[in-house]
């Protein structure tokens, strides 16, 4: 899935300086490390017995890279996106460097909710580089199943960019993005080291991205399940009694990829037939792309209106009956997004474009894309551009943005292509990307980059 509204920041600042272009015979093998001062978020969730309410906890550690007056964070659980009449978070108690107090704005917000922007200010201006203590008390309430990052039919509950999520965008600022009403991602967020503990009924299984304790019993006939992530932009979360299917899936280079996959009571389909399609497509991406940014991988099955996924770090929700691509383009997100990461309101294409194209390298679709280069609309608008129209968005965004980019590797040579592609993965893993950080990996292609220039990519 993907996308939001157009970004605004808290203070205008340059673009981080364009990469260097990169040398058509770079190996361009390994992955940059994290930045040794990013974010640490700890995260506490108990689901109710109904399986219907989250309560949360959240304790966050940020040292900015700059100086700042205030914390952002985004609530986007109140957006007007899907099927979330009833859905919602609500923070209770917010305190900043032992300072209690919260502003709200909507933000696009819906009505009747806290809306999704919540400010924290400081008692003066925090120089960069010093850590800021945050703590967040919340509740989330989950709607009923839908095409959505969040859900419960009463005995399985999910949810996804529900926690107040801190909006920082290194190197630039703070990002207010208005929420939008079509499905997809909206959030902009550094990669945190994150750890989260889920409290649930005993019966239930936990899945999440990160690296799992053993589940220790709680009070009150239930379990508590712990999970390590160093390198988390976002969190999803599903809990209920799965069945669960595993199994280590070779790879090109390096050891098995250990992958589970939970499927919720009520579907007619199972793990295995998933797996299947991970055995196959994952070490087609590996190959392309280099190793899977993360020690292993879940994915959750729940219940949904439409055949779906939607992607986060080392976890995939799967909505509905998950049909062959899907499961493919969801993989194909740990790199673009959960590796290399984007401004999803305003950059769409960046994860969305590139996810579909590696789609098709892996499962060419019946038909040529080449007739997608035609459609009308620039595959580098924001999400805001296209107010409501979902099937535009997604002609434009997803199917023109992937056309432009085979176009690309075609007139390019594939090989050269791909080593930039690669080159831009390990240069710009674990940061935020820009357009202009594609364009500086292409400088040597002049021919790709042409393709760009005319669908409007950059």
Known sequence: MGGVAGTSCEVSSPARPAAPAPRPARSCTQYLPPDPNRPVVTLDFEVSADHRTVTGREHVVFRPDRAVHELVFRLWPNG?????????????R????????FHLASAGGRPG???????????????SGSPITADLDFTVRLPSPSWDRMGSDGRTAWWASAHPMLAWQPTVGWTRDPASPLPGETATSAVAATAVTVTAPAADQVLTGGAAD?????PG?????????????????????????????????????????????????GGPAVLAEVRRALPQLVARFGPVPFPALRLAGVPGLVSSGIEYPAMVLLLGRPQQAVVTH??????????VGNNQARDPWLDEAFATYAEALVDPPPATYTHRLTA??????SMASFGTDYARYSDVVYEKGAAALLAARHRAGAAAFDSALRCYLTDLAWQVATPTDVAAHLRHLPVALAVLHRVGAL
């Open 214 to 218: 053993p589940p220790r019993p709680a």
């Open 376 to 381: 009308a609309g620039r595959v580098g608008a």
């Open 80 to 92: 007007p996106e899907g099927g979330r009449v009833h859905a919602s978070l609500t923070v209770h």
């Open 221 to 269: 006939r239930r379990r508590r399940w712990h999970f390590v992530a160093p390198t988390a932009r976002d969190v999803a979360v599903a809990v209920g009694p799965f069945r669960l299917t595993s199994a280590e899936i070779a790879v090109p280079a390096g050891p098995p990829v250990p992958v589970t996959v939970g499927v919720a009571p009520g579907l007619d389909w």
């Open 94 to 101: 917010a305190s900043v460097n032992g300072l209690t107090g």
């Open 113 to 127: 909710t806290q809306g999704t922007l919540l400010t924290m200010p400081l008692s003066a201006s925090h120089r």
């Open 330 to 339: 969801e993989l194909a997100h740990q790199w673009f997004y959960g590796l």
